[in-house]
């Protein structure tokens, strides 16, 4: 079985400051991970995606994640933090490619001005 | 027009009706799913559909039913619906193979969602 936790439902950070959303998830295979970010009244989108190759991802909008296996663990960051940041963010598990999703809890990130 | 449709956005309704929503999508995608998303429970899957003939329980399909009428569409039913069916609802679909390429590319786990459905059961 697989599952997401995500550290934190809601973070606020500052303009300008760093954006760090946790992100661990449990798998018996190696997983595939994402990170889906909702702005409000819309539909989820994907930022980016981890299946093999190079453990750090770089995905839209400034965001990257890196996928570290011994710490079972797929953490969001971006440098600097715009006011169009704010959005609810979600990571998801897949155990392989073509099969479901597995969505974390989500976090809510307030970016003050 | 948006890739992926699903009406209607927003629905009241009472308990014991039955109601249906509905998904219709342009990417020319095989796969569709219906997801529900609670606060602080993120998105559960109800149902999913990897092509026409093809229909699966997600983890949370219990009262819910569904239909794939073509490959572009794809309805979720509730017979009798109950207040705790009030979530908001999200249609997805994606590629059944993708070649990966670009920042993002695409594949069976980058799906497309819908802008959701809102559906509270009084």
């Known amino acids: 079985a697989q599952s997401v936790t995500q550290l934190g439902s809601h973070v606020s950070v500052s303009e300008g400051a760093l954006v760090l959303l946790r992100c661990n998830y449990s798998?018996?295979?190696?997983?595939?991970l994402f990170w889906y970010v909702q702005y409000p009244n819309q539909g989820l989108q994907l930022l980016l995606k981890?299946?093999?190759?190079?453990?750090l991802v770089k995905g839209i909008n400034g965001f990257e994640a890196e996928f570290k296996k011994s710490e079972t663990s797929f953490h969001l960051t971006k440098p600097s933090a715009h006011m169009s940041d704010a959005a609810e963010y979600f990571c998801?598990?897949?155990?392989?490619?073509?099969?479901?999703?597995?969505f974390g809890e989500g976090t809510q990130l307030t970016v003050n001005p | 027009d948006a890739d992926v449709t699903q009406t209607p956005r927003n629905r009241i309704t009472k308990t014991g009706k039955r109601i249906m929503l509905e998904c219709s999508q342009t990417k020319g995608h095989d796969r569709m799913y219906w997801y529900r998303q609670d606060p602080g429970l993120g998105l559960r899957l109800i149902y999913y559909s990897f092509d026409v003939k093809d229909i699966n329980k997600g983890e949370i399909s219990d009262g819910y039913s569904v239909s794939r009428q073509a490959q572009a569409k794809f309805s979720l039913s509730l017979e009798s619906a109950i207040p705790n069916q009030t979530a908001l609802y999200f249609c997805?679909?994606?590629?059944?193979?993708?070649?990966?390429?670009?920042?993002?590319?695409?594949?069976?786990?980058?799906?497309?969602f819908g802008a959701g459905s809102r559906l509270t059961v009084l």
């Open positions: 997805a679909t994606s590629d059944a193979l993708g070649t990966g390429t670009g920042v993002l590319g695409s594949g069976a786990n980058v799906l497309t």
């Open positions: 998801a598990v897949s155990e392989a490619s073509g099969s479901r999703l597995t």
């Open positions: 981890y299946t093999t190759g190079a453990t």
């Open positions: 798998s018996s295979v190696p997983p595939y």
